[in-house]
């Protein structure tokens, strides 16, 4: 078993000076625009956000009301383009999605790759808005203090014939309870009272166990069925219920169990929990930070978020293969390691697990202002946390005895702003755009058109390639193109 392709998709919630909420989408799509790096052109043939796992195709997506409002309002261009997509070097898009930039990382088969691509995104955002002539500050979290929530997706392609049920199996209850190793903290509560401060920042938005919208009536597992690859061999799953942690370990962590759960759905190995209530599951979870809450089973029994993290791990540790992906099969031990240090080195705990820094630093805080935890202060300390400037972030200025101390450097995350990590699909994207931009007529996540002087070309890229290693030595498009045939790309003339 190959490891997984995964990607992830970050929201970012936006601050403009002198911009309300009617004027962010027509503002974040030439904030967009004014990237300095990659090309336009994305192609949207093949993007279906209604059709279902579940077989069907949904005649409509439920909205916010407050965004339909928001969107009848807007101050739209008078061309009517409020649509900005950039094809980035490394093989990520960046776009507008509404009245928030989104940056979707390059896919990676390796966890560290994602971990460092996915960030590279703030690194990205953040110089976007220094250059600009507007102030802009972006905050890499979820939620804006108002209501309204903004997501964190991720992406993980697996065989359709593994079938979403297994995944949906595997998954939920993991989703629900993922937030001890990997939520990034939140002052408050946002769905009526509750205590001054939870483990994730997304719970307060859920309400379906399953479903396929992702604006409203979000669902903990979401069954939209575009897979950005050959629908008949390929399944996307994808995951709309994590934060946008702002640590590198977090998020190894959040991709490493989900992988862990999906791989184990692969083997066809039994779940051995079925929750009763899943929403109800992933906001009690949230709100407890013992990880002991009391979740009911379908069976009548019940079991607690440790619990169920810790026969994950134990489960996939014991069956899965360290051959397989070794990288893995680390960061699942990582993460049975702090599910006893929660207990037996709360030092450590606090120092690694990004919910359990923030909230040590606001109780301290606390101590030493006298203003409680959940006050519009502590919010606004939070929304610190997630700002994308070095020089105002609070999380950066954090120094909890050496906490977080393999967070990447502006240094080091920019070799994943300039190309692909992974030998991967994007790569191909990525090196297309960077060496022969004016031959890209369009790009998706499963096809590249280009132009050459015989004609105008589709290569397919499956979500098993591997790019072959003598791309990078070419240095025109036929080139490019008769090498990714030689290697079995699927290539055909479009004219």
Request: proline letters at 7%; glycine letters at 8%; charged letters at 25%.
């Amino acid at each position: 078993m190959r490891p997984i392709l995964a990607g992830i998709e970050t929201e970012y919630g936006i601050d403009i000076e002198g911009v309300g909420p009617t004027g962010l989408v027509a503002v974040v799509a030439d904030f967009v625009r004014s990237c300095p790096i990659g090309r336009r052109g994305w192609d949207y043939r093949f993007e279906s956000p209604k059709n279902d796992l579940r077989g069907f195709v949904a005649e409509e997506l439920a909205v916010d009301p407050q965004d339909m409002r928001f969107e009848a309002e807007s101050q739209i261009p008078a061309d009517g383009d409020v649509r900005s997509d950039r094809v980035l070097p490394n093989g990520a898009r960046l776009y507008n999605d509404h009245g928030h930039p989104e940056y979707s990382t390059p896919e990676c088969r390796s966890i560290r790759s994602l971990a460092l691509s996915d960030l590279a995104g703030s690194l990205l955002l953040h110089r976007m808005a220094e250059a600009g002539d507007r102030a802009i500050r972006l905050y890499r979290n979820n939620t804006d203090y108002h209501g309204a929530s903004y997501g964190t997706h991720e992406s993980y392609l697996l065989p359709r014939n593994v079938g979403w049920e297994r995944a949906r199996d595997w998954l939920t209850p993991l989703l629900a309870v993922r937030g001890f190793l990997c939520g990034a903290g939140k002052v408050g509560t946002e769905d009526g009272p509750g205590p001054a401060f939870q483990l994730t920042q997304r719970a307060d938005f859920f309400s379906e166990p399953i479903g396929v919208d992702t604006l409203y009536r979000r669902p903990l597992f979401n069954t939209r069925d575009e897979p950005h690859a050959d629908p008949g061999a390929w399944m996307r799953v994808h995951v709309i219920s994590g934060d946008a942690n702002p640590t590198f370990q977090a998020i190894c962590r959040k991709v490493a169990l989900a992988k862990a759960a999906l791989m184990l759905a692969c083997l066809g190995e039994p779940t051995p929990f079925r929750l009763s209530e899943p929403v109800r599951a992933f906001r009690d979870a949230s709100r407890d930070p013992s990880g002991d809450c009391r979740i009911e089973l379908a069976n009548g029994s019940w079991t607690t978020p440790r619990s169920i993290l810790d026969t994950l791990v134990g489960t996939a540790l014991a069956r899965l293969d360290p051959a397989w992906d070794p990288e893995l099969m680390a960061w699942l031990r990582d993460c049975g390691g702090l599910l006893d240090a929660y207990d037996s080195d709360t030092e450590r705990f606090a120092r690694e697990v990004e919910w359990a820094a923030k909230k040590l630093v606001f109780e301290q805080l606390s101590d030493e202002t006298g203003v409680p935890m959940g006050s519009p202060e502590h919010q606004a300390y939070d929304l610190a946390f997630h700002d994308c400037d070095p020089a105002s972030n609070l999380f950066r200025a954090l120094e909890i005895d050496g906490a977080f101390a393999e967070q990447p450097s502006a240094d080091e995350l920019q070799p994943a702003l300039e190309r692909s990590l992974d030998p991967t699909r994007a790569a191909i994207r990525g090196l297309a755009v960077q060496e022969f931009p004016e031959s890209v007529a369009s790009v998706c996540w499963r096809t590249i058109v280009l132009r050459t002087p015989d004609g105008t070309v589709q290569a397919d890229l499956p979500p098993d390639l591997d790019a072959p290693a003598q791309l990078g030595a070419c240095r025109d498009v036929e080139n490019f193109v008769r090498t990714l045939q030689e290697a079995g790309v699927p290539c055909q003339k479009t004219d």
